[in-house]
C-alpha cells in the first residue's frame, strides 16, 4: 500500500479543511515547501487538491501548480476544478500522472472512456465521495445515487483507478469507517485510494488489511497526529 500526503491549495495556500467547508481552512503556507517536505521524508506520491477549482475558479493556481508537478518530478493525482474533458486533458499534457473526476463523472460519464481511450486508464481516476452510502457531488452539497452502482459504471467506462472518500468523517480525525471502504473494494477490480478520517498507523493497518492499494493523509499529518515515517514504515 502508498502513502499520498495531500497538499491542498486555495488562494495561492496549503490549506486543510474540515467536511470540505472552506470556512474551516487551517492554513500551513507554502504549498511547494510543503511539497518538497513530504518528499524528502520519504513520500514517492503527491495528492494536490485545487480548491479554488473544486468552489468554482478553475483557474486559479495554475501556474503554481504546474510550478509544483515540474519542480518536484513524482508522481501526482490531481483533483479539482476539472469539468471537461478539455480540462483534464490540458492537466494530463502538464504531467500529472492521474486527474480525478469527480462530480463532472457524473455528470458527463462519457469523460471516462474519452479519456482512458486518449490517455490510458492508469492516468483516468474516479472520484467516489461518499456520504451515507449516496455518491456526493458539487462540493458535496449534493447526492447523485448509489456509491456501488457509480463505481461499477465507472469501471465499465475505463476509469483505471478510485480514490474513496468517506465525507461523514473527512478531516474530522476520528477514524476510518471500514464497513464501506470493503464494499467499494469488493465492488471493483480496479485499485482503490482511500481518503476521509486516517488518523493513526491503526487506520493505515486496518486499510492495508482490506486491500486498499492507497490512502490519503491530511488533517492528521499536519497536524502532527501521524507522521510521514509512521506511515511509510506501516506500509513496508
Not at 81 to 87: L, M, N, Q, Y
Request: glycine share 12%.
Amino acid at each position: 500500500m502508498r502513502i499520498f500526503p495531500a497538499v491542498d491549495i486555495l488562494d495561492g495556500r496549503c490549506v486543510q479543511l474540515v467536511q470540505g467547508r472552506r470556512e474551516s481552512a487551517t492554513v500551513y503556507g507554502d504549498p511547494l515547501s510543503w511539497a518538497e517536505h513530504w518528499i524528502s521524508g520519504g513520500a514517492d506520491a503527491l495528492h494536490l487538491i485545487n480548491l479554488d477549482g473544486a468552489f468554482g475558479s478553475s483557474k486559479k493556481n495554475s501556474d503554481l501548480i504546474r510550478d509544483l508537478i515540474h519542480m518536484t518530478g513524482i508522481e501526482i493525482q490531481l483533483g479539482g476544478g476539472i469539468r471537461s474533458t478539455e480540462d483534464a486533458a490540458r492537466w494530463l499534457e502538464t504531467g500529472v500522472s492521474r486527474v480525478i473526476l469527480g462530480t463532472v463523472a457524473t455528470q458527463k460519464p462519457h469523460i471516462i472512456q474519452t479519456l482512458a481511450d486518449e490517455f490510458g486508464s492508469k492516468r483516468v481516476m474516479a472520484g467516489v465521495d461518499a456520504k451515507g452510502g449516496q455518491i456526493a457531488v458539487e462540493g458535496w452539497q449534493k447526492t447523485a445515487g448509489d456509491v456501488i452502482a457509480w463505481v461499477e459504471r465507472f469501471e465499465s467506462l475505463g476509469a483505471g483507478s478510485f480514490l474513496y472518500t468517506n465525507v461523514d468523517v473527512e478531516g474530522l480525525q476520528q477514524g476510518v469507517r471500514f464497513e464501506p471502504v470493503r464494499k467499494v473494494i469488493e465492488a471493483t477490480q480496479r485499485p482503490v485510494v482511500v481518503a476521509g478520517g486516517v488518523s493513526s498507523v491503526q487506520d493505515i493497518s486496518g486499510l492495508k488489511e482490506t486491500g486498499a492499494c492507497g490512502a490519503v493523509l491530511g488533517s492528521a499529518l499536519y497536524s502532527g497526529k501521524i507522521t510521514l515515517a509512521e506511515a511509510l514504515e506501516v506500509c513496508r
